[in-house]
C-alpha cells in the first residue's frame, strides 16, 4: 500500500491560482497511477485529474481542462496539482489516490490521503 499526504490548500478569490501537492510514502511511487478527486459541499467525490505511472500520461475532467495542471517528482515522491483561474465552483476538499488503473473510476484507487481543503470566494 502507498501512504498519501496531501498539502496546501487553502483560500483564495475568483481568478487566483494554488497548488495542492501529495507526498507518498510506503511501496515504490512510481509504479502507480496518481489522480485527483474532489468533493464540494453537498456532492459527490468527482475526479478531476490524473498522471500513469509508467508513462508520466495525463488526463483531466472537462471541467478542468485547461486551467488545472497535474505533475509528478519522483525523486521526491510528490504528484502536484497546479490550479489556475480558479472558479467559486473549484470549492472542495482535494484529495489524492493511487491506483494500478488509468481510470477516473474511485472505487479503482486503493489508497487515498485525507484531504486539503481548497475554497474560492467570489
Known amino acids: 500500500q502507498v501512504q498519501l499526504v496531501e498539502s496546501g490548500g487553502g483560500l483564495v478569490q475568483a481568478g487566483g491560482s494554488l497548488s495542492v501537492s501529495c507526498a507518498a510514502s510506503?511501496?515504490?511511487?512510481?509504479?502507480?497511477?496518481v489522480a485527483w478527486f474532489r468533493q464540494g459541499p453537498g456532492k459527490e467525490r468527482e475526479f478531476v485529474a490524473r498522471i500513469s505511472g509508467s508513462v508520466d500520461r495525463t488526463y483531466y475532467s472537462d471541467s478542468v481542462r485547461g486551467r488545472f495542471t497535474i505533475s509528478r517528482d519522483n525523486a521526491k515522491n510528490t504528484v502536484s496539482l497546479q490550479m489556475n483561474d480558479l472558479k467559486p465552483e473549484d470549492t472542495a476538499v482535494y484529495y489524492c489516490?493511487?491506483?494500478?488503473?488509468?481510470?477516473?473510476?474511485?472505487?479503482?484507487?486503493?489508497?487515498w490521503g485525507q484531504g486539503t481543503q481548497v475554497t474560492v470566494s467570489s
Open positions: 489516490a493511487a491506483g494500478i488503473f488509468d481510470t477516473t473510476e474511485r472505487s479503482l484507487y486503493h489508497s
Open positions: 510506503g511501496r515504490t511511487f512510481r509504479l502507480p497511477t
